[in-house]
């Protein structure tokens, strides 16, 4: 426990560093990279250009430090961190490496404003902070460990089918090498892909949600390919598997994580709003819902730019089909000669209002732009945020800056 002393200094500190938080957590990676080179094994070099992730890092640490005398009111922030750390294969001996590299960034960019005070009582906060993730962690990876077809790091799966779903979009059915029995997993979860693709130096790692319902022998995943445009250079691992992977190679994945999950105790109509590849968690609630036999009504709303660039529509108006509490739509952006939509353009509020009931439970994912409009137009119809679920494809801090 921290003495109260420390306490204080951390709670005047917070303010000074947050100002400085940019340049603290630049400084500090630079160090940590040069000191560390082994760890850009594990950090995804798009978001450290990008400067998402340490945006996400230095905001996580000065919450946490905030909260420094009732760290248990952040633990559901930490337990989504930690998914993603377990998923990485994050260690306990990592910690002090970033703790090291932290204090020493705190002192340079401070200069002489950094006393030995400040610095002792931030090793101190640093220490308690690392001690949470790292306990919350061990009792992830044990818990992904001891489930029953479950697996600690990473496992070599095959790819046993590569099948294109749209023009962009691809999907991997994984089943691995062993030939042992796989975790179960909950509809919206993912799982990280760990490859060296040819010529690169390190090993990149990505998470990839799951896009079906649990319950097969194999894991699938749908995956889009990120190729160059303009000044943008092409994804790494994306465009790897699309043109690298094929049926038969091996991939190696961490077990399922991640707490963007169905709610299955509820029987509210159930809302599953996408964008372009951010269908996959969905198309596993939707499968998951519908296989479990619930009557609740169910609205499906996906938005591409075009037919050609939708993905799995023919699976869907299968199940809308089947299931008459399914109501499946379709918006297209940009939809091309003989395209068939029931709306053109972008998802609104009063489009939305004609399709789906405010007393409902939503849940989206998708690209930033589309996010922003789904978010923005059910806070608007009144939507409470306990009904409001949402899963972004990157570091989650950065949602919150470019939604706010
Ligand atoms: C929880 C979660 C679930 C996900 N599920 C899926 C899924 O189901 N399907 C799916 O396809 N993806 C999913 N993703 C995204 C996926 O993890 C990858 O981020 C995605 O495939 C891109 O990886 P990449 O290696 O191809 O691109 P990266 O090399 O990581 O690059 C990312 C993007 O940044 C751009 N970029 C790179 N460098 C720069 C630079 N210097 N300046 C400007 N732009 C740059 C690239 O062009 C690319 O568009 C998910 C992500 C998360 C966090
Ligand atoms: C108390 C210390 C730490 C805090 C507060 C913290 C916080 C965070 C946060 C907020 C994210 C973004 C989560 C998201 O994507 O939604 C993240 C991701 C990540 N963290 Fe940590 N972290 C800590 C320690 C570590 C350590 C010790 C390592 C390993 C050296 C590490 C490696 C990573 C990696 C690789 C990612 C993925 C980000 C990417 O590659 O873009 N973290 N962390």
Not at 29 to 47: D, I, R, S
Not at 210 to 220: F, I, Q, W
Not at 229 to 236: F, L, S, T, Y
Request: aromatic share 10%; proline share 5%; charged share 25%.
């Amino acid at each position: 426990m921290l003495d109260a002393k420390t306490i204080e200094i951390i709670k005047s500190t917070v303010p000074v560093l947050e100002v400085h938080g940019q340049t603290i957590t630049k400084t500090f990676y630079q160090t940590m990279f040069k000191n560390h080179p082994e760890l850009l094994n594990v950090f995804n070099h798009a978001n450290q250009r990008q400067g998402k992730q340490p945006a996400a890092l230095a905001n996580a640490v000065y919450a946490a430090a905030a909260h420094i005398d009732r760290l248990e009111e952040i633990l559901p922030v930490v337990r989504g961190i930690a998914q993603k750390h377990r998923a990485l294969g994050i260690r306990p001996e990592h910690y002090p490496i970033v703790g090291e590299n932290l204090l020493a960034a705190i002192k340079t960019v401070l200069g002489d404003a950094a006393t030995e005070a400040i610095l002792d009582a931030w090793a101190k906060a640093y220490g308690v902070i690392a001690d949470v993730f790292i306990s919350v962690e061990a009792e992830m990876y044990r818990e992904a460990e001891e489930k029953k077809g479950g697996w600690r790091g990473f496992r070599r799966f095959i790819v046993d089918r590569k099948v294109k779903e749209s023009e962009g979009i691809t999907s991997f059915y994984l089943k691995p090498e062993d030939g042992q029995a796989i975790a179960s997993y909950e509809p919206g979860q993912y799982i990280t892909v760990c490859v060296k693709p040819e010529g690169q130096e390190f090993t990149h790692l990505r998470h990839y949600s799951l896009s079906t319902a649990p319950g097969h022998p194999y894991y699938r995943i749908s995956v889009k390919r990120e190729d160059a445009a303009g000044d943008r250079p092409a994804g790494i691992v994306s465009t790897y598997l699309h043109s690298r992977i094929g049926e038969g190679d091996v991939l190696e994945l961490s077990a399922p994580a991640g707490d963007f999950t169905l709610d299955q105790t509820k029987d509210l109509p159930l809302v599953l709003i996408s964008g372009g590849v951010g269908l996959t968690p969905m198309v596993s609630m939707l499968e998951t819902a519908l296989q479990s036999g619930t009557k609740r009504e169910i609205v499906y709303i996906h938005a591409a730019r075009s037919a050609r660039l939708h993905a799995m529509n023919d699976q869907i108006a299968e199940l809308a089909r089947t299931y008459d509490h399914l109501r499946a739509y379709t918006v297209y952006e940009t939809p091309e000669a003989g395209d068939s939509s029931d709306k053109t353009g972008y998802i609104d509020l009063p489009w939305l209002k004609t399709v789906a009931a405010a007393d409902s439970d939503f849940y989206f994912c998708g690209p930033v732009p589309f996010m922003k409009t789904v978010r923005r137009a059910l806070k608007d119809w009144g939507v409470p945020d306990e009904r409001i679920h949402f899963e972004f494809f990157g570091p989650a801090d950065s949602l919150e800056d470019t939604l706010s």
